[in-house]
């Protein structure tokens, strides 16, 4: 197997591959210091597997794989139980969590051999949706533009409109476009916050200026820098149970 070992502490990292080298089917094709050079590692080199940590600055596990974009094996290395547990829950290839035994790597690397042989690999993106710990929420956005990654906090987030199969973030004044269903981002963010007003936009109510009847049944969401938004009859509903 093609491995990719993602930690941002560097005795980790090393610990890993020395662990690794005991292995003849195993080949450390990169080391990655950060997220950013973890994407770029998995879209250039495609690894069979990544061994990743989940708590990293800048970029983190989880956005990871979501900008990734292929099919890759995923080993959850971590030093907090409540991500490997629901690590373990979502079907993630396995988890360690930190500090391991060198036979739990074992064990893992031999479940992975199995689930990459059969293919049996969850999608990244769903992956990194289903393994967030219940009742957290998206605190940034990462998105990938070419060789680039923006990173958006949320409060920064006027919408998010549907566009086919991508979702456009609109944000101070710019579009950035990421393929992702609305309702998978609107799984993950704080519903306090940000609103399904209808079934092609998701509004940050810190933006709404006023609500406008638009036609019977039917109202427009006015923002603070004029853009108007259609709102549904359920998204009206939706709007007044949170701003009451």
């Given amino acids: 197997m093609r491995i990719v070992i993602v930690d941002d502490e560097e005795l980790a990292r090393r610990l890993l591959r020395e662990y690794l080298s005991a292995y003849d089917d195993v080949e450390v094709v990169a080391e990655c210091a950060n997220g950013f050079e973890a994407v770029k590692a998995v879209t ?50 396995d988890y360690l969590l930190k500090p391991f035994a060198e036979d739990r790597l074992r064990a893992a690397l031999d479940r992975a051999r199995s689930r990459v042989a059969a293919k049996a690999l969850v999608a990244p993106a769903q992956l990194s949706v289903m393994a967030r710990p ?13 060789a680039n990654v923006h990173v958006i906090p949320v409060s920064k987030i006027d919408y998010i409109e549907a566009q086919d199969d991508y979702v456009c973030f609109r944000a101070e004044g710019k579009r950035y476009l990421k393929q992702q269903t609305l309702a998978e981002i609107e799984t993950a963010l704080d519903p306090e916050q940000f609103v399904r007003i209808h079934r092609s936009y998701i509004l940050n109510i810190d933006r709404l200026a006023k609500l406008e009847l638009y036609a019977k049944d039917s109202h427009a969401a006015i923002l603070r820098d004029g853009t108007r938004l259609a709102v549904s009859r359920s998204g009206y509903a939706r709007l007044n149970a949170v701003l009451k």
Avoid: C, N, W
Wanted: hydrophobic residues 50%.
């Fill in 44 to 93: 250039d080199l495609k690894p069979d597997l990544m061994l990743l940590d989940i708590q990293m600055p800048r970029l983190d596990g989880f956005e990871v794989l979501e900008l990734v974009g292929r099919e890759v094996g995923v080993i959850f290395v971590t030093a907090y139980d409540q991500y490997a547990l629901r690590a373990f829950e979502v079907h993630a290839v």
């Fill in 134 to 146: 219940a009742g957290s929420h998206l605190e940034r956005v990462a998105i990938r533009d070419g």
